[in-house]
């Protein structure tokens, strides 16, 4: 596994692979690298022959500059994870080389961008796209994969790629969950005994407003179902509930006519624990 912190040394391994026909898939991440990560990046193997992954705590994505000095790091961890799974190439960059001269140029989707999760964390998206815009300049893979648990960052860069014509398949990879149906996340083992059986009602809320959009409903009756569903609970506290189109993040009312992304996030003792869903009439 070759590990490359200059653009220049990552372009010449990609280059490698270029010359002898082989495709390239792009895993990029923050490091700290979980089980949703590794399936991530068992996704670009699949999809490509070499695989990259980028590890770069970008700090143009953080509102607070203590989040992003108490953000996790565990470089010795992650390379051991990385090489297990099989990756060709890690990009590790420094700040200086991704942004060498601060960040005047910056991408963003307007409209997207600035909705549901971004008005809790104005800029995010912004720091998001113009970062990912730019690892996607540094290594130019064929495929790159995101998670879906991340359903408004996902659709975001889907936007950005298309819009920006760059020739690149992301790829949306489902979240990995517990054998019980929790979406996995380091939060989980901060969870009491109780809240982490209490938060299964996040996945039982959404298998509900599946089976209810299965049988045809509106979105005001789907957000019942599931704020029922989650107010049923008495350790869980419902903190967001959106429903919105599933490509376009677009605001949705009336019978449910086309495909809807689910968004929740419940908080259990002080953990906030989020989910999604795409349901289909
Ligand atoms: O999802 C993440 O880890 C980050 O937002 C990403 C896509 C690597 C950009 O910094």
Do not use: W
């Amino acid at each position: 596994m070759k590990i490359c912190r200059t653009i220049a040394d990552c372009r010449t391994t990609v280059a490698s692979f270029r010359a002898a026909g082989e495709t390239v898939g792009l895993v990029p991440t923050m490091g700290f690298l979980h089980e949703g990560h590794m399936s991530l990046v068992a996704a670009a193997k699949e999809a490509a022959d070499r695989t990259v992954v980028t590890i770069f705590v970008n700090p143009t994505q953080f509102g607070e500059a203590a989040d992003l000095d108490s953000y996790p790091r565990d470089e010795e961890r992650d390379l051991a994870m990385l090489e297990a799974a099989g990756v060709d190439l890690v990009l590790i960059p420094p700040v200086q080389e991704v942004y060498p001269d601060g960040d005047e140029t910056i991408v963003e989707t307007t409209r997207m961008a600035n909705m549901l999760h971004g008005l809790v964390r104005p800029g995010h998206f912004r720091g998001v796209t113009t970062v990912v815009a730019r690892l996607f300049n540094f290594v130019q893979p064929d495929i790159a994969c995101f998670g879906e648990k991340d359903y408004q960052q996902l659709q975001v860069i889907k936007r950005m790629t298309r819009d920006l014509a760059f020739p690149i398949d992301i790829r949306g990879v489902p979240t990995v969950r517990e054998a019980d149906g929790l979406a996995m996340s380091s939060r989980n083992v901060r969870l009491t005994a109780q809240d982490r059986q209490a938060a299964l009602v996040l996945s039982q809320s959404l298998k509900a407003a599946e089976e209810a959009a299965a049988a045809g409903t509106t979105i005001e009756a789907l957000r019942e179902v599931i704020a029922n569903t989650i107010h049923a609970e008495p350790r869980a506290t419902l903190r967001g509930l959106d429903i919105v189109g599933a490509e376009d993040l677009s605001d949705l009312t009336g019978p449910l006519a086309s495909p809807a992304a689910i968004m929740i996030s419940v908080e259990f003792g002080g953990i906030l624990l989020i989910d999604q869903r795409v349901v289909t009439p």
